[in-house]
T-cell receptor, first 111, second 113 residues
Framework: DAMVIQNPRYQVTQFGKPVTLSCSQT?????MYWYQQKSSQAPKLLFH???????NEADTPDNFQSRRPNTSFCFLDIRSPGLGDAAMYLC??????????FGPGTRLLVL | GESVGLHLPTLSVQEGDNSIINCAYS??????FIWYKQESGKGPQFIID?????DKRQGQRVTVLLNKTVKHLSLQIAATQPGDSAVYFC????????????FGKGTMLLVSP
């Protein structure tokens, strides 16, 4: 009955090798978010899609991109991962301004 | 690898005690507040929310208190259980007009049997 699904749960990539993380949702929410969370820190918003409108946070590096091909799916692309990009990546969804619901996260390891 | 993390404030309690987790929020214009629970290796889980037109809201074993005068939010957990052990984050947002969540730093709750 998972409502926000993230795949894979663990991802290992090599320094500089592009990687894509995926998120899907069964809630039919119109807003989808991507957060980065490092150890013992709060989630940090990278960007979000409000319907089809992409909203990038001012301090999100250009290395991070996102795609939302339809309402249910959203992808996070890291073009050239560095060691500092190792983190938990969280997807969340909401219906407009209402409560955000999070997926289980993808733990990214960069070697 | 990951950068060295900050040390989270930690609250240690015995099973059966009541727990109070505090949060100071930053924006006096924020009008919607949420508490999330995050267990190790999992995503944040919604616990309870409150809007700025209220000062108290109760759920099952949890109560959120809002003091807008001093921009303070608290989460009270009654009869704390080992399964309550997690990191708790408060989050704030402007609900009137769309805006995104701002998370607080988080508090780790450790419950001993």
């Amino acid at each position: 009955d998972a409502m926000v699904i993230q795949n894979p749960r663990y991802q290992v990539t090599q320094f500089g090798k592009p990687v894509t993380l995926s998120c899907s949702q069964t809630l039919n929410h119109n807003v989808m978010y991507w957060y980065q969370q490092k150890s013992s820190q709060a989630p940090k918003l990278l960007f979000h899609y409000y319907d089809k409108d992409f909203n990038n946070e001012a301090d999100t590096p250009d290395n991070f991109q996102s795609r939302r091909p339809n309402t249910s799916f959203c992808f996070l692309d890291i073009r050239s991962p560095g060691l500092g990009d190792a983190a938990m990546y969280l997807c969340a969804t909401s219906r407009g301004e209402e409560t955000q619901y999070f997926g289980p996260g993808t733990r990214l390891l960069v070697l | 690898g990951e950068s060295v993390g900050l040390h989270l404030p930690t609250l240690s309690v015995q099973e059966g005690d009541n727990s109070i987790i505090n949060c100071a929020y930053s924006n006096s214009a924020s009008d919607y507040f949420i508490w999330y629970k995050q267990e190790s290796g999992k995503g944040p889980q919604f616990i309870i929310d409150i809007r700025s037109n209220m000062d108290k809201r109760q759920g099952q074993r949890v109560t959120v208190l809002l003091n807008k005068t001093v921009k303070h939010l608290s989460l009270q957990i009654a009869a704390t259980q080992p399964g309550d052990s997690a990191v708790y984050f408060c989050a704030e947002t402007l609900n009137s007009g769309y805006s995104t969540l701002t998370f607080g730093k988080g508090t780790m709750l450790l419950v001993s049997p």
